[in-house]
């Protein structure tokens, strides 16, 4: 009897320690995933911060082109209407140097 008690315990003792192990098996697959993990994450956010920016200064870019032109045009239209305003200007002011010379 005492022979089988031992033996109960030292089955539940070997027991034991398998699920420890198993235990700190599953603990440190846990661990080293959360490590492997938490490298690439960090490296997929640089990847992704460094497209970031360059879809930034890509879009920056296009965005300062499209406002030289935007610039150039509104200059090109004002000098047109300036020209235009100049002359109307001078049509009428010969017309009315006409009409005084006439005597209207």
């Given at each position: 009897m005492e022979e089988i008690f031992n033996k109960i315990i030292e089955i539940d003792k070997n027991a034991k320690e398998i699920t420890n192990f198993e235990k700190e098996k599953k603990l440190?697959?846990?661990?080293?995933?959360?490590?492997?993990?938490?490298?690439?994450?960090?490296?997929?956010?640089?990847?992704?911060?460094d497209e970031i920016e360059l879809q930034k200064r890509?879009?920056?870019e296009m965005l300062q082109e499209e406002k030289l032109k935007i610039d150039e045009d509104v200059k090109n239209q004002i000098e047109d209407m300036q020209k235009k305003y100049s002359e109307k200007e001078n049509e009428i002011i010969e017309k009315i140097i006409t009409d005084i010379k006439k005597g209207n």
């Open positions: 440190n697959m846990d661990e080293f995933i959360e490590s492997e993990f938490g490298i690439k994450k960090v490296v997929l956010d640089m990847e992704f911060k890509k879009y920056d």
